[in-house]
Structure formats: structure tokens, C-alpha cells
């Protein structure tokens, strides 16, 4: 019935795109942000006294006036309304990894019990969701239910449609009864404030004029697309989201051929209608494209303020998933859907800006150089001193599978900084004329750095952390992962390098600054450039040189998560204000609880599925070659004997293979994950081997031809 099934699937594909593309709307300058209560839609609706407060708390970071929140929320109501809104709700982000939100209708009634539409300040600021069931690490019982959101005002509402009508979401913060942090907004939120305060300390040193500093970030989105009918004969896909058997097809991104490559009229309109929503919604989304691998496609936005292209990222991966699902597709963004192709990553694209300037273009006059490589080293200095920290924002699950290959970077944190900067830093550090591809010598404040183009090398695609001109590009999170909790890493890292930096040239006498940073800086590029490579970090000879580095190379999961209880973290984490010890162990058991359940479930998914759909058609494979071995037996022919003979050998060793392995990982449920990691691997390795054993019509799973290439 399942290989029927997979036959009636494809037949439905191939149906539906000889019958044509339904037509999507295309986004339009006209719609962009229209469902955004955004800085021209406050001042059309709230008096200017007001919309000037709110607009200095969205974009000076000045402390939120309490007495206008009465008016917001009224005005905030009335023009939901009229984009067709009916309920409000309070959208935030907790220890899940998505979004969360508690739809209440703007419905009250008078005393006389007349129906009213009314939203005041306090329904604006602050929520009361149930909050046992989210994930706390122990700072919570499970019986102390109250939770309370709180209004980003940075982060603007927006409007969510639905099929029947709309929602008014006000992106929050997540606290616990007792005021304990149990979202990934907040974290991130403190860590720009601590960034930003650092950034002005330091310009401050250079005499600069006071400005507004905004950090940014440019998350590519990366992710699979298959047939939804496909999908739904997947358990593994559905319970997992990723494939748990699977043999590779004889071809699938050899010949990169998917790559760049012509977009099929399909996708095209359901890359279309995501884009038009995402305008709509304010999100700029710029560039889109197939990806290495058959069936995978991405999706780039211009650069924005962090908190809000974070907040914009979890809204793209809710968009991608919807319109998926109306145009008949699912959108996979499990970081390793497909084994042996490419997996999906999130490149998270770093910078700060000062007024109106990048602080990581190098400039054009030696004042400007100096910042720039002033920022340069403290960032050295920061992912030298807390790589681990780094690495554990990408551990889980699905990117346990996806780094290390393929494109993914591994997990060895290094900087990429290619050989003209490498070149600067080298002249920087001897402070003379070297004979390398600048032979100038490095003068702070007195010689111009060598003019830099904002590409001035190739990109490494297997670089963790890589300078790309203006910007550093972290590339080691994962398809479904926020990028939150690494950019919180990040802020709060540089943040204490810069004050480290601070600290010492604050006391330099004006007339000797250039030379006594000369040397701070020296001595920061001589302590930390173990941390820089240029190579293959693929390389084995890369993971030896990293090893004599005494670089951290935490493979796994397990390993990953231990520096979030580290000391020297943890102290710089609550020296910052960013977490409280207390709220740092919680993430650890967090974290751990859910890498443990979804190998678990994994586990249980890929025992069911080999018992109930695979064992039985290799038996029945098996048995009917034996019947024709029989036949032939009884038809004293010898023609076939000895093929049938192989072929029955080959489907009974299978046969017991794979009720020994399924004994073993049903055994291997009942310990430790590492052994039902290890189960699992040699239930796959046979059940992938059975697949090119068994009779194609007989096969019970969509395989990847079909998945990959069929939609």
C-alpha cells in the first residue's frame, strides 16, 4: 500500500505541473511594511508630543515615557483594526528556540454589557501567559504557573494573517514570576546595551563626537523544499524533520548543477508569495537563489538593527513554513534533512555602526584606521578568549549532523581573515616595513593602512568566523536555530575587549596615544593570533595545528554546552548583566533536556519505522526469491539458480541484520544517548542497503530521487 502510495504521489506531482502555476502576487514597494506599526504609522496616529517620546525609546535607546502608553495602545488598536485585526497578542521567544504567542480578542464590555473594542496601556505592556509549560532548567516549578511578557518597544508590532482574519502581535520579553529571564530576547537586548556602551567608551577615547550606534546583523536563510505529498508518507520527516533511512541517488549535487542554477516555475511562485508577505511586513528580504543541493534554496534580507532582524528571522522561518504548506510543498528546516548532501546553516552577518559609518570598513585616513584596528584586535581577542562560548550557540541536534562538512564549518572556531589583512596585522605586530604585499609600515595614527576594497580576498567557505570586507560572517548556526543566543555571545565578548582595551589606553598621555595603542595592540595581535587561519579548515593537518594551538574542538553537543558553566563564563556573562548564574545553569539543563529528548525520539521513530515498514517488505522480498529459487529447483533448470542463490543470500543476511539491529537500538532506548546514536547509524546502514535490494514498487518510503527531484 505505501509503495502505491508513493506512486500515486508522484503521479499527483507530475499532474499538477503539467496543469501550470497558480500566479502569486509579486511584492511591491506599494505594500512594503504596510502591516508594521512603524515610525510613519505612529506619527499619523499618535499626537507629535508622543510619537516623539516613542520614537527617541526606538531609536536613541532613551528610556520609555510610562505615561504614554495609554495613547500607543489606543492608537495601535484602532489602526489594527482597521488593517482587520481582532485580537492582540503578545509575541515572544522562549527557551523553545521558536515563538509563542496567546490570541485575546480586543472584545470588552461596558457595565451596561454593551460589546466594546478596547486595548488600554497595561493589555500594551505587559501579558500574563501561562508560563509552566515552557522550558525553565529548574529555576521554576512546574506548579508556578504565572509568567509575565513586556513590550519591546524597539522591536515594532505587526499585523499576522490568517485565513479568517488578523492579529495585532507586540514583540515582548519572558520573565518568570520571580523575574528570572526565560527567553532568548531579553539576554540578547542586555548584551546590546553593554555592546553599545563599550563602542562609546571607546570612541570616546579617539575623541570622537558622540553618535548613535546601531549593531547589525544579515541572516541568509538556507532550507529544502519538497513535495508535501512526499512528506506525509515520511515519519521520519514528520516526527523529526529529517530523514532517519535514505539511500544516496546515483546522483544528487555532484555536478553542482542545482547550484545558482534556473529557478523552477514552482518555486519561483512560492518564493514570490514569501517575499510579498515579507514585504508586507516590513521584512527586507533581498535576495533569493538554489542552493547547492537539489531541492534547497535561500533567502537573504538587507542588513538591520540586530534585535530587530533576529525578531524578522523567526518571522521568515514562520513564512517559509506557511506558504510552503498553501502551495502544496513543506519547507524543511532541519539543519540535516539529507544525509550526504549539503546541510542547511543561517550565516549570521556581523557589524557595528557608528552614526553613519561601518566600524568594520578600515576608512580611508589614519584616524579611521586606527578604530578600525582597534576593533579588529578587540574582536581577535574576544573570539580567542571564548571560542568555546561561541560554539556552544550552535550545538543541538540537527547541527551535530550538519558541521564539519559540506559547507558547514567545523567546529574548531577560528577567524578568517584572508592575506591582505592578514598582511596588515603581521606589519601592525612588528611595527616596521616586513616586504610583504604592503611593505608599509604600520604607524598608528601617523602612516594610512593600505587601502582596502570591501572585498579584498576570496571567501572561505569553511572559515567558522570570517572577515568579508564590512563585516564578519559567523557561518556555524543552524537552519532552524535563533540567532539570538549567538549574537548575544558575540556582543557581550567584543564588549569586554573593548573595556580590556579601554582600560589601557584611557590612561595614555594625549601626546604619546598613537604609540602606546601601537603597542596594546601589538601585544593583543602577539597573545591572540592562534586564533587566525586562513587555510582548509577541513584539513586534518588543520585539526592537528589546532590541537597544538590548544584550540577548543567540542564536537559534539554534550561537549559543547559545558562552557556555559564554566567560571570564567559565567563571570563574564554576570559581570556584563546579560544572565545571572542562576539563569546560565537553567540553559545548560535546558539545552541538554532537549538534546536528549530528540535523540530519543529519533531513536524511537527510526525503531517503528523498521519494524512496521521495512522489516516486512525485505522478509516478503526475501520470500519470494526463495519461491523462485524453488520453482526453478522444481523446473530442473539451472539458468537463474546461482543469481537467485546470491540475491537470497544478500536478503537473508539483511533480513537478520535488521532484526539484530532493531534488538540493539530498542536496548540502546533504554541507556544512554551516545549508544542510540550509534544503534541508529547501524539500523541505517542496513535498512539503506536493503533499499537497493528490494523490489523499487515494493519500497515503502519516498526515496531521495524522488524527494529531491520531483516537485
Same mark, same amino acid.
Given at each position: ?51 516623539? =517620546? ?109 485565513? @479568517? ?37 571607546? !570612541? ?148 557595528? @555602526? ?14 579611521? @584606521? ?71 609600515? !604600520? ?33 556555524? #548556526? ?38 602606546? #595603542? ?94 512496521? !515498514? ?9 520470500? =519470494? ?54 544503534? !541508529? ?31
Amino acid at each position: 500500500m505505501c509503495s502505491q502510495n508513493r506512486l500515486l504521489a508522484i503521479n499527483a506531482i507530475a499532474e499538477r505541473t503539467h496543469g501550470g502555476v497558480q500566479s502569486a502576487r509579486p511584492a511591491s514597494l506599494a505594500s512594503y511594511g504596510e502591516d508594521v506599526f512603524n515610525a510613519e504609522t505612529m506619527c499619523k496616529y499618535l499626537p507629535r508630543a508622543m510619537s516623539t =517620546k516613542l520614537l527617541a525609546t526606538i531609536q536613541k535607546g532613551t528610556p520609555l515615557d510610562s505615561s504614554i502608553a495609554d495613547a500607543v495602545a489606543h492608537a495601535m488598536k484602532e489602526w489594527a483594526i482597521c488593517r482587520g485585526a481582532t485580537h492582540f497578542t503578545h509575541w515572544f521567544q522562549p527557551l523553545t528556540g521558536g515563538t509563542a504567542e496567546k490570541h485575546d480578542a480586543f472584545l470588552e464590555l461596558s457595565p451596561a454589557g454593551k460589546a466594546l473594542m478596547g486595548f488600554s496601556g497595561k493589555n500594551l505592556t505587559i501579558g500574563e501567559p501561562d508560563a509552566s509549560s515552557f522550558p525553565s532548567g529548574g529555576l521554576r516549578s512546574t506548579f508556578e504557573a504565572r509568567g509575565y511578557t513586556a513590550w519591546d518597544p524597539t522591536s515594532p508590532a505587526f499585523i499576522k494573517r490568517h485565513a @479568517n482574519g488578523a492579529t495585532l502581535c507586540i514583540p515582548t520579553v519572558f520573565c518568570s514570576y520571580t523575574g528570572e529571564i526565560l527567553d532568548k530576547k531579553t539576554p540578547l537586548l542586555r548584551s546590546l546595551q553593554a555592546l553599545k556602551k563599550s563602542v562609546a567608551r571607546l !570612541m570616546g577615547c579617539f575623541k570622537m563626537p558622540e553618535e548613535i550606534i546601531t549593531v547589525t546583523l544579515g541572516p541568509e536563510q538556507e532550507y529544502f523544499l519538497i513535495d508535501k505529498k512526499f512528506y506525509l508518507l515520511r515519519p521520519d520527516l514528520v516526527q523529526t524533520g529529517r530523514t532517519l533511512f535514505g539511500a544516496p541517488p546515483p546522483k544528487h549535487q555532484q555536478l553542482e548543477d542545482h547550484y545558482f542554477g534556473a529557478i523552477k516555475p514552482r518555486i519561483l511562485a512560492f518564493m514570490t508569495e514569501v517575499e510579498n508577505e515579507l514585504w508586507r511586513l516590513g521584512i527586507p528580504a533581498k535576495t533569493r537563489h538554489n542552493e547547492v543541493a537539489p531541492a534547497q534554496f535561500e533567502i537573504a534580507p538587507i542588513f538591520e538593527d540586530l534585535n530587530l532582524a533576529v525578531d524578522h528571522n523567526m518571522m521568515v522561518m514562520e513564512v517559509l513554513r506557511q506558504v510552503a504548506d498553501r502551495n502544496g510543498l513543506v519547507c524543511l528546516l532541519h539543519e540535516k534533512p539529507f544525509a550526504g548532501i549539503n546541510g542547511s546553516g543561517k550565516h549570521n552577518n556581523w557589524s557595528i @555602526n557608528y552614526g553613519d559609518r561601518n566600524l568594520l570598513d578600515p576608512g580611508n585616513d589614519p584616524h579611521e @584606521n586606527a578604530i578600525f584596528l582597534t576593533i579588529l584586535a578587540a574582536i581577535i581577542r574576544a573570539i580567542d578568549l571564548h571560542s568555546d562560548l561561541l560554539r556552544s550557540t550552535t550545538s543541538g541536534a540537527g547541527n551535530d549532523h550538519r558541521l564539519g562538512a559540506n559547507e558547514a564549518p567545523p567546529t574548531i572556531i577560528s577567524i578568517f581573515l584572508g592575506d591582505q589583512l592578514t598582511d596588515v596585522i603581521n606589519q601592525l605586530e612588528n611595527g616596521a616595513v616586513t616586504g610583504s604585499k604592503h611593505a608599509d609600515a !604600520m604607524l598608528i595614527g601617523v602612516d594610512s593602512l593600505p587601502p582596502l576594497a570591501r572585498d579584498v580576498t576570496d571567501r572561505n567557505r569553511t572559515s567558522p568566523f570570517a572577515f568579508t570586507g564590512n563585516k564578519f560572517e559567523f557561518r556555524g #548556526l543552524g537552519s532552524s536555530q535563533s540567532c539570538a543566543s549567538a549574537n548575544m555571545v558575540l556582543n557581550t565578548i567584543v564588549a569586554e575587549s573593548l573595556d580590556y582595551i579601554c582600560d589601557k589606553i584611557e590612561k595614555l598621555p594625549e601626546e604619546s596615544f598613537n604609540a602606546g #595603542l601601537q603597542e596594546v595592540l601589538k601585544d593583543i595581535i602577539r597573545e591572540h593570533r592562534r586564533i587566525i587561519f586562513n587555510g582548509d579548515n577541513y584539513s586534518s593537518e588543520w585539526v592537528a595545528e589546532a590541537e597544538r594551538r590548544r584550540l577548543p574542538n567540542l564536537k559534539a553537543t554534550m561537549d559543547a554546552l559545558k562552557p556555559l558553566l564554566k567560571p570564567q563564563n559565567q563571570k563574564l556573562l554576570v559581570k556584563y548583566g546579560v544572565f545571572t548564574k542562576a539563569e546560565l545553569n537553567s540553559r545548560y539543563e535546558v539545552f541538554m533536556e532537549e538534546y536528549h529528548r530528540k535523540v530519543r525520539i529519533e531513536g524511537g521513530v527510526a525503531l517503528e519505522i523498521a519494524r512496521s !515498514m521495512i522489516i516486512p517488505v525485505v522478509a516478503e522480498e526475501f520470500g =519470494k526469491i526463495i519461491l523462485a529459487q524453488r520453482t526453478i529447483q522444481g523446473s530442473r533448470q539451472s539458468y537463474g539458480a546461482a543469481g537467485l542463490r546470491t540475491i537470497a543470500e544478500k536478503l537473508g543476511r539483511a533480513t537478520d541484520k535488521l532484526i539484530t539491529s532493531t534488538a540493539e537500538l530498542e536496548a540502546a532506548l533504554e541507556g544512554k544517548h551516545e549508544g542510540i546514536l550509534q544503534a !541508529m547509524e547501524e539500523l541505517r546502514e542496513i535498512v539503506d542497503l536493503t533499499e537497493h535490494l528490494v523490489d523499487d514498487s515494493a519500497w515503502p518510503l519516498p526515496k531521495y530521487r524522488e524527494m529531491l527531484f520531483i516537485y
